[in-house]
């Protein structure tokens, strides 16, 4: 295969607390059901999720991945999700993502 045709390593960083929904379960199956981008699954539990996140990263460090694609394991999303972010050929890419609950605002936070 020549490196225009290699496909990146993709790392999957969940991070979670105890239970995983069934809309999230359905949503990584068909993800991963498409069997094309993703080299490794990366677990981060725990009740803070910026420190999940950060343990995901630790278990595969920047040297063995391309790309991470994180999702929290209360969000549902469609099987083709990494082949929209990837197809943006930007260093970073988020998807957008709602409020659980009425009136289902967009996440957006200023930094």
Not at 47 to 67: G, I, K, L
Not at 78 to 90: F, I, N, Q, T
Request: net charge negative.
């Amino acid at each position: 295969m020549s490196e225009a045709e290699k496909k990146p390593r993709v790392t999957l960083c969940v991070p979670h607390t105890e239970h995983m929904p069934s809309q999230f379960v359905h949503s990584l199956i068909g993800l991963l059901w498409r069997d094309y981008w993703l080299q490794q699954i990366s677990w981060g539990h725990g009740s803070d999720a910026a420190m999940a996140r950060n343990f995901c990263v630790e278990q595969m460090p920047p040297e063995t991945t391309d790309y991470y694609l994180f999702i929290d394991s209360d969000m549902g999303f469609p099987s083709d999700v990494l082949e929209k972010l990837l197809a943006c050929d930007k260093p970073i890419v988020s998807a957008l993502c709602f409020q659980k609950h009425d009136p289902y605002r967009p996440c957006v936070y200023r930094v």
